[in-house]
């Protein structure tokens, strides 16, 4: 019978994307790996692979459609033997599709897909061992799943022909965390009788206010969606406080004057971020109780240093995730964080690359903001905000007055994860970090 082609969930989060351009047209044969089409996501756009070989035999939905939903059909491939014919003959696809794996057991078309949200499993999913249905799955996945209490059943693999990998397990964890998460948020809404009206009602009552004057409206794309729902539920659900300190800066920029002189040839230059990122990955490891996030029911602490760095892009942000920052010299830093921001930039970067981490930084010393206090980004347990390092009054050591470069630094604490001296501590090897840079490379 013929294959279906789904729309893939390229995140954990993923629920709908834009199927940007088609790289097949109906009659080319494709094999495993093959590229079929480019997908939008919110975030970026990513190539989207066949895991059968076979003919394409009709193209379901048109590129440049957008909010097609994850799991629903998008084209038909036929196997060997096969005629065009047969596609007619084969089942559409539901209106709310199921999950990739219920629907290769219950539909006699067979399915093709590179991922599934686990979120979007129905209990019935539960009943395929019941049912004696064969689960695939790695052995690594097997073993991590056991570790986690991660039910097989209810995953739908991304690997060859569903096979489940290690990825689906670490994604149903991310899952199951953001449905804890959404249910909370709704429980609080229901309970206050807040948010209970319409969006087009909200915007009806607003728009009267101006009938009178000239404005434009502009729709929201799926970025902003995204940006503008993630930050409201931080700020509902993440109990913030806040922690400030200044820096002395004198030091640093010297240090960094040396090394630029000294990396010319390398044709690297660092910059004060790379400083600060360097600075908070050690201080992460010296107080390793604050490298850490909150997951619904439990908190995870980690042992490598994974920090995301807040990114402008056009129509919104992305946190790309440097890996292992606290064992990575100031030169390879610089250099992956240049070299992610300009894909970031151009929407090339993969998930893995943005998802994770559990401390942030957002940066806008370069745009002369002092000081400003950063919303934390779920599940991450701290975000810090970094202003302009700027000349000041400052009394010495030795009780005189004299000038500095001072930059200012606001830590913003999810108090779920880190206490108010926990904190403390953090942003105090953090700043005793920058103020000996030196050190930072011993």
């Given at each position: 019978?013929?294959?279906?082609?789904?729309?893939?969930?390229?995140?954990?989060?993923?629920?709908?994307?834009?199927?940007?351009?088609?790289?097949?047209?109906?009659?080319?044969?494709?094999?495993?790996?093959?590229?079929?089409?480019?997908?939008?996501?919110?975030?970026?756009?990513?190539?989207?692979?066949?895991?059968?070989?076979?003919?394409?035999?009709?193209?379901?939905?048109?590129?440049?459609?957008?909010?097609?939903?994850?799991?629903?059909?998008?084209?038909?491939?036929?196997?060997?033997?096969?005629?065009?014919?047969?596609?007619?003959?084969?089942?559409?696809?539901?209106?709310?599709?199921?999950?990739?794996?219920?629907?290769?057991?219950?539909?006699?078309?067979?399915?093709?897909?590179?991922?599934?949200?686990?979120?979007?499993?129905?209990?019935?999913?539960?009943?395929?061992?019941?049912?004696?249905?064969?689960?695939?799955?790695?052995?690594?996945?097997?073993?991590?799943?056991?570790?986690?209490?991660?039910?097989?059943?209810?995953?739908?693999?991304?690997?060859?022909?569903?096979?489940?990998?290690?990825?689906?397990?670490?994604?149903?964890?991310?899952?199951?965390?953001?449905?804890?998460?959404?249910?909370?948020?709704?429980?609080?809404?229901?309970?206050?009788?807040?948010?209970?009206?319409?969006?087009?009602?909200?915007?009806?009552?607003?728009?009267?206010?101006?009938?009178?004057?000239?404005?434009?409206?502009?729709?929201?794309?799926?970025?902003?969606?995204?940006i503008a729902a993630r930050l409201t539920e931080a700020k509902q659900t993440v109990p913030?406080?806040?922690?400030?300190?200044?820096?002395?800066?004198?030091?640093?920029?010297?240090?960094?004057?040396?090394?630029?002189?000294?990396?010319?040839?390398?044709?690297?230059?660092?910059?004060?971020?790379?400083?600060?990122?360097?600075?908070?990955?050690?201080?992460?490891?010296?107080?390793?109780?604050?490298?850490?996030?909150?997951?619904g029911d439990r908190i995870l602490q980690f042992t490598p240093a994974d920090i995301a760095?807040?990114?402008?892009?056009?129509?919104?942000?992305?946190?790309?995730?440097?890996?292992?920052?606290?064992?990575k010299s100031l030169s390879v830093l610089s250099t992956e964080m240049k070299d992610l921001?300009?894909?970031?930039?151009?929407?090339?970067?993969?998930?893995?690359?943005?998802?994770?981490?559990?401390?942030?930084?957002?940066?806008?010393?370069?745009?002369?903001?002092?000081?400003?206090?950063?919303?934390?980004?779920?599940?991450?347990?701290?975000?810090?905000?970094?202003?302009?390092?700027?000349?000041?009054?400052?009394?010495?050591?030795?009780?005189?007055?004299?000038?500095?470069?001072?930059?200012?630094?606001?830590?913003?604490?999810?108090?779920?994860?880190?206490?108010?001296?926990?904190?403390?501590?953090?942003?105090?090897?953090?700043?005793?970090?920058?103020?000996?840079?030196?050190?930072?490379?011993?």
């Amino acid at each position: 019978m013929p294959i279906e082609i789904l729309m893939p969930a390229l995140s954990p989060t993923m629920e709908e994307g834009t199927l940007a351009k088609w790289l097949v047209k109906e009659g080319d044969a494709v094999a495993s790996g093959d590229l079929l089409a480019e997908i939008e996501t919110d975030k970026a756009t990513m190539e989207f692979e066949a895991v059968d070989e076979g003919i394409i035999g009709k193209i379901l939905v048109a590129e440049g459609t957008e909010n097609v939903a994850v799991n629903s059909a998008i084209a038909v491939l036929l196997e060997d033997g096969e005629s065009s014919s047969e596609v007619e003959a084969a089942p559409s696809a539901p209106a709310n599709p199921a999950p990739a794996a219920e629907v290769a057991t219950s539909s006699p078309a067979k399915s093709a897909t590179l991922a599934s949200s686990p979120a979007s499993a129905p209990p019935a999913a539960a009943d395929k061992a019941a049912e004696g249905v064969r689960i695939f799955a790695t052995p690594l996945a097997r073993k991590l799943a056991a570790q986690n209490n991660v039910d097989l059943t209810r995953l739908s693999g991304s690997g060859p022909r569903g096979r489940i990998v290690k990825a689906d397990i670490e994604a149903a964890g991310s899952a199951v965390s953001a449905d804890i998460t959404v249910a909370s948020m709704a429980s609080a809404a229901s309970t206050s009788g807040a948010a209970s009206a319409p969006q087009s009602a909200n915007f009806e009552t607003i728009s009267k206010l101006y009938a009178e004057r000239a404005y434009e409206e502009i729709s929201l794309d799926r970025m902003r969606k995204t940006i503008a729902a993630r930050l409201t539920e931080a700020k509902q659900t993440v109990p913030h406080f806040y922690l400030r300190r200044d820096v002395m800066l004198d030091n640093l920029l010297g240090f960094r004057g040396e090394m630029n002189a000294a990396l010319a040839e390398r044709d690297v230059k660092l910059s004060v971020n790379d400083f600060v990122i360097k600075a908070c990955a050690l201080a992460l490891t010296t107080v390793p109780t604050a490298n850490a996030i909150w997951a619904g029911d439990r908190i995870l602490q980690f042992t490598p240093a994974d920090i995301a760095v807040a990114v402008a892009i056009d129509g919104g942000l992305i946190t790309p995730v440097l890996k292992d920052a606290d064992q990575k010299s100031l030169s390879v830093l610089s250099t992956e964080m240049k070299d992610l921001a300009t894909r970031a930039k151009g929407r090339k970067l993969a998930p893995d690359e943005y998802q994770g981490g559990s401390f942030a930084i957002s940066n806008l010393g370069m745009f002369g903001i002092d000081n400003f206090d950063a919303v934390i980004n779920p599940p991450h347990g701290a975000i810090l905000a970094v202003g302009a390092g700027k000349k000041k009054p400052v009394v010495t050591a030795s009780g005189e007055l004299g000038v500095a470069t001072v930059m200012s630094l606001t830590l913003s604490v999810d108090h779920r994860v880190i206490d108010g001296a926990l904190g403390a501590e953090l942003l105090n090897v953090i700043v005793k970090n920058l103020e000996n840079p030196m050190a930072m490379l011993a």
